[in-house]
Every structure is written in structure tokens, then in C-alpha cells.
């Protein structure tokens, strides 16, 4: 069986992208969860992941260690994380490709903290500029998917996972959306498997 890494469900991003992508593609694995921001964090992450980061999947002799190459390694498993068009799978990449290297100021001035609310209004312009692009993205991929169904590219996909900690950064924060990009956040919220995300990181900080 798979294993896969993760840091704490609270503030670990790049945690969350694989393991959604795991749940919706039914594919069983076991979850090994360090907690961040301890004296031997790095030390027991470097027990599975040679970057020293989470995540990182195990699947046999496969160490992968790197939030978009596990999905996409999952992918190879569950083709239908990716749109089966290619135009659309071409776009579904590319925007995946940009929440993964891109983004900054958004990353740095509202981090994910699921469990918080923290209205934001004071934003930089540089903030402000991320935000913009993001719904920009989310409000074209609905107006040519809706058709198909709620998420992104109708079906769920990499890309809904790589956009899922914005989520809930938008939520914590309290960013104001147009009614696409509102629709798809809440489709997101009400997801199972998100659901059972927030509920681990409730549990992890009342301990």
C-alpha cells in the first residue's frame, strides 16, 4: 500500500494537494503525519523524504517527494485526474503548473490556517494582483466547463487539488468571489474528503 507524508492539516498547503487527489481517486494508502515547527520535525520527515519536505509518497521502492509529481504519479494510476480532452488537459496543467510555482505574495501574507478567521483588509497591491489572477483562472474555467459539472474542468481533477488550499486561505481570510468562483469554493468546502481535513486539523489544534 501507498504512504504518503504530510505535515500538519492546519497549515500544511502542500500537504493537502496529494491526499485530495488520493481520496477522490479511491486509491487506498496508509498517512504517516509529522508535526511542523518541532525540534526533531526535520529529522523524522528525513526518515521518508530525502528534501527534508513534506509531502512525500512511498509506494515501494518509489519515493516521490514533490506535491505535483505525486499527483501527477498518482495520475498514472487514476487517469481521470486529468481531463481526458486534451485541450483541457493541457490548460488543467498549466494552471496547475502555476499554483505550484507561483503566487508568493498570497502564500506569504495569507498563509492557510484552516481553523482561523482572520478578515484581511489591509492587502498589498502584490496580494491583491494574485488574488485577481486566481479568480481569473477559476471564473474561465467555469464559464467553458459548467456544462460538465461543478468542479474546474466539470469532473473533479490535479488542478481542483492544487487549487484546494486556496480554499481555504480565501475562506480564513474572507475573500470576497463572483458567483462561479463562490460556487466552486463551496462545492470544494463540501467535499468529503476536505470535510475530513478540517476535521484533523480541529483535532490536532485542541491537543
Known amino acids: 500500500m501507498m504512504k504518503i507524508v504530510i505535515g500538519d492539516h492546519n497549515f500544511s498547503s502542500w500537504s493537502l494537494r496529494p491526499w485530495l487527489a488520493l481520496k477522490q481517486a479511491g486509491l487506498p494508502f496508509e498517512q504517516i503525519c509529522i508535526r511542523l515547527h518541532?525540534?526533531?520535525?526535520?529529522?523524522?520527515?528525513?526518515?521518508?523524504?530525502p528534501s527534508g519536505k513534506v509531502?512525500?509518497?512511498?509506494?515501494?521502492?518509489?519515493?516521490?517527494?514533490?506535491?505535483?509529481?505525486?499527483c501527477e504519479y498518482i495520475a498514472e494510476q487514476a487517469p481521470s485526474l486529468w481531463p481526458s480532452e486534451r485541450k483541457a488537459r493541457a490548460e488543467a496543467r498549466a494552471i496547475s503548473c502555476e499554483m505550484h510555482s507561483g503566487?508568493?505574495?498570497?502564500?506569504f501574507s495569507m498563509p492557510m490556517e484552516i481553523v482561523s478567521s482572520r478578515p484581511y483588509d489591509a492587502r498589498t497591491a502584490e496580494v491583491e494582483a494574485d488574488i485577481?489572477?486566481?479568480?481569473?483562472?477559476?471564473?474561465?474555467?467555469?464559464?467553458?466547463?459548467a456544462q460538465?459539472?461543478?468542479?474546474?474542468?466539470?469532473?473533479?481533477s490535479i488542478a481542483d487539488a492544487m487549487f484546494s488550499p486556496v480554499v481555504w486561505r480565501f475562506l480564513t481570510y474572507a475573500v470576497e468571489l463572483p458567483p462561479a468562483s463562490r460556487a466552486w469554493?463551496?462545492?470544494?468546502?463540501?467535499?468529503?474528503?476536505?470535510?475530513?481535513?478540517?476535521?484533523?486539523?480541529?483535532?490536532?489544534?485542541?491537543?
Open 148 to 156: 460538465d459539472g461543478p468542479f474546474l474542468y466539470g469532473y473533479f
Open 132 to 145: 485577481a489572477r486566481i479568480v481569473s483562472i477559476w471564473e474561465s474555467c467555469r464559464l467553458c466547463y
Open 103 to 107: 503566487f508568493g505574495a498570497l502564500r
Open 185 to 207: 469554493v463551496e462545492t470544494m468546502r463540501l467535499l468529503p474528503a476536505m470535510q475530513e481535513w478540517r476535521e484533523a486539523a480541529l483535532a490536532e489544534m485542541a491537543r
Open 38 to 49: 518541532q525540534s526533531r520535525t526535520r529529522e523524522e520527515i528525513l526518515k521518508y523524504s
Open 55 to 70: 509531502p512525500c509518497l512511498i509506494d515501494g521502492s518509489t519515493v516521490v517527494w514533490d506535491s505535483l509529481a505525486i
